[in-house]
């Protein structure tokens, strides 16, 4: 059986690779949906707008300064749903 060329990893599992790929302390915690980021270290407010950056343009979706909410960033699955979000109201 081929692996389907077309297939694209989920939303989640592509912020998680960006997460440990880019930030030392997210490669030393499990990233499990519901953990903290912003508790556990792996963000702090550069890392914020880091990580923004990279949503916009891996998502081509637009992160406002409303948007810029704690609640947003807590967890993987939280910031999962937001882009999700973001990228249904975009069309």
Do not use: C, W
Request: glycine share 4%.
């Amino acid at each position: 059986m081929s692996k389907n060329p077309l297939s694209v990893p989920s939303t989640a599992t592509r912020i998680k690779a960006f997460l440990i790929e880019h930030f030392p302390t997210a490669r030393s915690q499990s990233l499990a949906g519901g953990e903290s980021l912003l508790e556990n270290g792996v963000l702090d407010s550069l890392g914020i707008l880091d990580l923004v950056a990279y949503l916009e343009r891996e998502f081509h979706i637009t992160v406002t300064d409303d948007d810029l909410l704690p609640e947003h960033f807590e967890t993987l699955d939280r910031l999962t749903a937001f882009v999700e979000q973001k990228q249904t109201s975009v069309t």
